[in-house]
């Protein structure tokens, strides 16, 4: 091969080898620019924010408060039985006596205080088997999840967000802690930020 044609092929070596940097380069902006940022959410007005045709915003949904789950196997005295005794020592731990959920069980509720779900039996929304739940303001998340995860014994932890989109919520969003249950999704009616269930 001649000199001019190493040169060229030098040349052009190194043109494609930057080619993807450049590539990136020129596409990062318009990456950036799709997704929401808080202040695209924040200066949006709230019929447009919390509309149902909003539902792409489920991408970057603002958290606004939390679930703390206990799964446990309704069919075993044992497991009701130690499931029900966590439950009141967290009831304890954190002085929620009294303070029972006035909300419903999808609600992101924002501003609302840490409060205490009826306990579920047998499976019921879209846990396939028995669970009890404790609704968590943001502020209180840190504490709570930690309390629970070093508690929670023999029995499963399930924790997520509330955004109102309730398919994220559970099945992207979602932290377990021991086994692992499938969950329904099928019941769940929100799909957009801020969404409220008219159902339980």
């Known amino acids: 091969p001649t000199s001019l044609s190493l040169t060229l092929h030098s040349t052009f070596c190194v043109v494609m080898s930057l080619f993807p940097a450049t590539l990136l380069l ?3 902006p318009a990456v950036v620019l799709s997704h929401y940022t808080m202040y695209d959410w924040n200066a949006m007005p709230d019929d447009l924010k919390f509309s149902p045709a909003n539902v792409s915003a489920c991408e970057h949904a603002p958290i606004i408060s ?27 731990h954190f002085e929620l006596n009294g303070n029972n959920c006035t909300i419903t069980t999808g609600e ?8 205490i779900f009826f306990v579920d039996y047998t499976p019921g929304g879209p846990f396939t088997t028995a669970q009890f739940a404790f609704f968590i303001p943001p502020h209180r998340f840190r504490e709570t999840s930690a309390w629970m995860l070093q508690h929670r014994g023999i029995h499963d932890l399930f924790m997520h967000p509330n955004t109102g989109c309730e398919i994220n919520d559970h099945t992207k969003w979602f932290m ?5 249950w499938p969950l329904d999704v099928s019941i769940f009616e929100c799909n957009y930020p801020g969404c409220v269930p008219t159902c339980c």
């Open 108 to 115: 992101p509720a924002p501003g609302h205080d840490m409060c």
């Open 176 to 180: 377990w802690s021991g086994d692992v």
């Open 66 to 92: 939390y679930h703390i789950h206990i799964l446990y196997w309704y069919n075993n005295p044992e497991h009701t039985r130690s499931a029900l005794a966590l439950r009141d020592a967290f009831i304890n």
């Open 26 to 28: 020129l596409l990062l």
